[in-house]
Nanobody
């Protein structure tokens, strides 16, 4: 139904910014809520942010609230995660996650995952 490809990861210094993109293919992209998860070495995968199908509602983990912004452009079949004021503890592989229900993209029980993109923040 949906294939997801993340991009935009890289190596930055603390305090700098990155924007991740999640490009989706599929005829029903606009019917899916989207979320971002991350997983650091030795840690469990954790929820980062989610956005409803139309983009009208957004949700954030406390650890990124005020620094990260999730958005989507359904006309481009793309979701974004703007990450500002990055900290070393943000270092992780970031995964795009989609499901018809936004709640599922927050619990990690959604239908589809991307392959991930590495974000490394140095101090």
């Amino acid at each position: 139904q949906v294939q997801l490809v993340e991009s935009g990861g890289g190596l930055v210094q603390a305090g700098e910014s990155l924007r991740l993109s999640c490009a989706a293919s599929g005829r029903t992209f606009s019917t899916y809520a989207m979320g971002w998860f991350r997983q650091a070495p030795g840690k469990e995968r954790e929820f980062v942010a989610a956005i409803s199908r139309g983009g009208g509602s957004t949700y954030y983990a406390d650890s990124v609230k005020g620094r990260f912004t999730i958005s989507r452009d359904n006309a481009k079949n793309t979701a974004y995660l703007q990450m500002n004021s990055l900290k070393p503890e943000d270092t992780a592989v970031y995964y795009c996650h989609v499901d018809p229900r936004v709640g599922a993209t927050m619990t990690g029980q959604g239908a589809y995952w991307g392959q991930g993109t590495q974000v490394t923040v140095s101090s």
